[in-house]
């Protein structure tokens, strides 16, 4: 053998050598990432309710507003808080701040937000202890997203773990698991997990994005090993034909 077929000989195997392994790293890292099977922005978000019912007879806001903490967003007149405020079981605290002698109490905000939804519009009746709109709270937004997992990548994910997030304007985010949730189904992990990222809040105040935006989440599992993903597959294989 000529010392020019030994060199295209030895340049051949080198090439395959690059190849095998450019496909093992590039192997390696797919069984380290997993997609969701859905992920939405969420806003931390907060109840306004009443301790009275009563007769909702002013509505401040609607829906979409943006409210500060102290505002005024309903006035609730209710006939029990009167006959309260007529025995004294009302303070005169309380009178001076929010209450009116006729039974009437203003709801303010307690949260900086974005009215999400009024349950009980003016003219409506509130039940004690009902719901009458929901806020968003600025600065809170994170994504809920949940992933189908294997048992064994179920136990690679820890909080703290990196994951990417694709916006519908094609821009990534990265953002870290701050909770997780999960069920078991037909021996698979469904797992719900909350992911926080400091640049939603920024990105949000664009108003390119909110509470509700769809989102595509992409998990970083823990790396076992170079060839953690490898071995895993070659494990699940031989089970699956049963040697």
């Known amino acids: 053998m000529t010392w020019a077929n030994r060199l295209k000989l030895a340049g051949g195997i080198l090439m395959v050598l690059v190849v095998v392994a450019a496909c093992t790293v590039v192997f390696n890292q797919r069984q380290h990432r997993v997609l969701s099977t859905s992920a939405t922005i969420v806003a931390q978000n907060y109840p306004v309710g009443t301790d009275y019912g009563g007769i909702v007879t002013r509505q401040y806001v609607e829906v979409g507003d943006e409210v500060s903490v102290g505002e005024p967003l309903f006035e609730v007149r209710s006939l029990q808080l009167q006959r309260d405020i007529a025995s004294g079981q009302v303070s ?3 009178i001076a701040a929010s209450v009116a002698a006729d039974g009437t109490s203003t709801i303010i905000a307690t949260v900086d937000g974005t009215v999400r939804d009024v349950a009980v519009p003016q003219g409506g009746f509130a039940q004690a202890g009902s719901v009458l709109a929901t806020v968003d709270q600025d600065a809170s937004l994170f994504v809920e997203a949940e992933f189908l997992l294997s048992p064994r990548d179920y136990a690679r994910i820890a909080e703290g773990s990196d994951v990417e997030l694709l916006l519908p304007n094609q821009s990534v985010l990265r953002g870290d698991v701050d909770g997780i949730d999960v069920e078991t189904a037909e021996g698979q992990a ?14 949000a105040a664009t108003g390119l994005f909110q509470a509700g935006t769809p989102v595509q989440a992409t998990l970083q599992l823990r790396d076992d090993g170079p060839l953690a993903g490898v071995g895993d597959a070659l494990r699940d294989l031989v089970q699956k034909v049963g040697l």
């Open 92 to 94: 005169d605290a309380e």
């Open 190 to 203: 469904m797992s719900t997990l909350r992911i926080t990222s400091g640049d939603l809040s920024r990105r």
